[in-house]
């Protein structure tokens, strides 16, 4: 394979507008692998996730137009595209690497690339990689530059994918994916760009493609497993802020415990919200953690993150502090929004309901500012230590309140 390292990936494919395949798909793919790739489109096609109605290739004068403006790529990933214009993308960059993933038909039954325009352009790609009833068609069989996927019929129990003389098998999903075979070719070839071996390159491809599809529905959508990247910047965000609560938690912890939550955009539940497990506790008078954030455990600031979130779905962070009156007095100084909460004010079915005041306490202070206010707080009640609230966009923004409150700023 040729030195790649200081050029780009290209796909040129077709564009679905429903996103589960295409060039679309494409570039999401290449990015879950970290990759910046360009595109140009071959093709436009009227499809959503259950069938095709129509494709219209575009000129080669056109994509060349759109292809010359761009820096020359290491790797190309074509898709749904007129066969010879393999032979057109190769005269322009005889050194890159091809990947083609062809598309003689959609499951729908719309035919896209003639199978014998195919045959007589085969040679001007590096790798082929196509499913077992295409590669039935065109009469391949897997080589060290064929790769040949299997398992689409409904009964299939495996989905086998051979390269050469290996045969990689992995468990198959039930449902219907729309998109797979352009997730696949384009990790494929995100994976050579990487520099993985072309057999590296279907393992590891395979492996990702699975846990997409463990997050899917209906369509190959990488963006799912992207998810799992923001719950690891909620729980780094709320690490970063460990050292200034150890710094000021002797002033602002409360004989209950103090804890900070993050809620994730789409969580629902107090286990997809990041929060610091068994509260943060004074001990000899010196703030002590049980561990790092974690999305275990419960904890009413958690609560209280979904609840805010319900109402203002940018405020995603909450934390408990010690009442004192200075506290509130500072919050008012510094321009902060305040709510003071009457816990005599809850009706019957709020008191007598575990979790209740605090849902009622946000529902109260929304309808007064028409936004989550930066403070609520109470002065106590029976049974109920008196509280502050500081609600946030992110804990960043909490702490730099919470510091305002405790007069540090």
């Known amino acids: 394979m040729s030195d790649t390292s200081e050029k780009r990936v290209m796909v040129i494919s077709g564009f679905d507008p429903s996103a589960g395949a295409g060039?679309?798909?494409?570039?999401?793919?290449?990015?879950?692998?970290?990759i910046s790739a360009m595109g140009v489109v071959s093709a436009y096609t009227i499809q959503n996730t259950h069938k095709v109605f129509l494709a219209r290739f575009?000129?080669?004068?056109?994509?060349?137009?759109?292809?010359?403006?761009?820096?020359?790529?290491?790797?190309?990933?074509?898709?749904?595209i007129s066969p010879e214009m393999l032979r057109l993308i190769r005269e322009k960059y005889p050194s890159a690497v091809i990947v083609w993933n062809i598309v003689l038909r959609s499951s729908s039954g719309y035919d896209f690339e003639p199978p014998e325009i195919v045959k007589e352009n085969l040679t001007y790609a590096d790798f082929v990689i196509l499913n077992n009833?295409?590669?039935?068609?065109?009469?391949?069989?897997?080589?060290?530059?064929?790769v040949v996927t299997g398992?689409?019929?409904?009964?299939?129990?495996?989905?086998?994918?051979?390269?050469?003389?290996?045969?990689?098998?992995?468990?198959?999903l039930p449902g219907r994916y729309h998109g797979t075979g352009c997730a696949f070719s384009s990790l494929f070839a995100g994976h050579l760009y990487l520099g993985y071996s072309p057999e590296e390159a279907v393992k590891a491809s395979i492996e990702i493609l699975q846990k997409v599809l463990e997050k899917s529905n209906q369509q190959v959508q990488p963006e799912m497993l992207a998810r799992d990247w923001m719950k690891f910047d909620v729980l780094d965000s709320l690490n970063s802020v460990k050292k200034e609560l150890l710094t000021v938690g002797e002033k602002t912890i409360p004989e209950v415990g103090q804890n900070v939550s993050y809620a994730l955009p789409w969580s629902k539940d107090e286990f997809e919200v990041a929060k610091f497990p068994g509260r943060i506790r004074l001990k000899e008078g010196k703030p002590v953690f049980v561990s790092d954030a974690s999305f275990a455990d419960y904890s009413h600031t958690a609560r209280m993150?979904?609840?805010?979130?319900?109402?203002?779905?940018?405020?995603?962070?909450?934390t408990n502090v010690r009442y004192c009156?200075?506290?509130i007095d500072n919050a008012i100084k510094s321009g902060l929004t305040v709510f003071k909460y009457d816990r005599n004010s809850e009706p019957e079915d709020v008191k007598s309901v575990d979790g209740k005041s605090m849902e009622w306490m946000i529902q109260q202070a929304y309808k007064t500012f028409g936004k989550i206010p930066d403070i609520i707080y109470d002065e106590g009640f029976w049974g109920k230590e008196a509280m502050i609230r500081i609600f946030g966009r992110n804990p960043k923004e909490v702490i730099e309140k919470m510091k305002k409150i405790i007069g540090i700023l």
């Open 325 to 327: 009156a200075e506290y």
């Open 23 to 34: 060039i679309l798909q494409d570039i999401k793919s290449f990015a879950l692998l970290g």
């Open 151 to 172: 398992g689409h019929g409904k009964e299939a129990e495996k989905v086998i994918v051979k390269f050469g003389r290996l045969a990689f098998e992995t468990t198959r």
């Open 58 to 80: 575009r000129k080669w004068e056109e994509i060349d137009q759109e292809l010359s403006v761009l820096p020359e790529p290491g790797i190309i990933k074509v898709g749904l």
């Open 133 to 146: 009833e295409e590669a039935g068609i065109l009469g391949l069989e897997p080589s060290d530059r064929v």
């Open 305 to 318: 993150a979904l609840v805010a979130k319900s109402f203002s779905p940018h405020i995603r962070c909450v």
